[in-house]
């Protein structure tokens, strides 16, 4: 599964693909970087946009760019899943899980099971290292579900 990695190791990579890439090593973009790393859970644009408003000002242009940035080398996963906004999450640091996700609103809620985690990890296949994993189960959450019934 995941390794444990240094928020410094994150930094380097972020730095090296920044280098590479001939992006600027601005202090916006790690400060970006930085308070993904400590928020735990999936957030949006929008949502990192308002928490960096209170330690680190930068546009909400900044937020997108350093989100595309960030996700182009890997330190975050973007999760398209429906809904309005895409959601985002720090690809190492996490424990695994999984993601109930509701086909109507697009929110994602996080669970974890013993039972699958035991099952897949037992599994070998040809020809094939896993690293990690997650699952994505969709329907519809409560909130919805209480709308729906009561829209018809
Ligand atoms: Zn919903
Ligand atoms: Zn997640």
Do not use: W
């Not at 001939?22 to 308070?35: C, D, G, N, S, V």
């Not at 308002?50 to 680190?56: A, G, L, R, T, V």
């Not at 989100?67 to 309005?84: P, S």
């Not at 599994?123 to 209480?146: E, N, P």
Request: hydrophobic share 30%.
């Amino acid at each position: 599964m995941k390794e444990e990695i240094s928020y410094e190791e994150i930094k380097e990579i972020f730095t090296e693909y920044l280098k590479k890439h001939h992006h600027r090593k601005t202090p916006e973009r790690y400060a970006i970087l930085q308070r993904i790393y400590s928020y735990e859970g999936h957030f949006n644009a929008d949502i990192l946009y308002n928490i960096m408003q209170s330690d680190y000002r930068v546009s909400l242009a900044t937020v997108y760019n350093t989100l595309e940035l960030l996700q182009e080398c890997r330190l975050i996963i973007k999760h398209q899943l429906g809904g309005q906004f895409a959601q985002y999450e720090k690809a190492f640091g996490n424990t695994t899980h999984h993601h109930l996700i509701c086909s109507h609103c697009g929110k994602v809620k996080e669970f974890s099971d013993k039972q699958i985690r035991v099952a897949i990890q037992s599994r070998q296949f040809a020809h094939f290292q896993m690293s990690h994993y997650s699952l994505y189960l969709f329907g519809l959450c409560s909130k919805c579900k209480d709308e729906l019934k009561h829209a018809k």
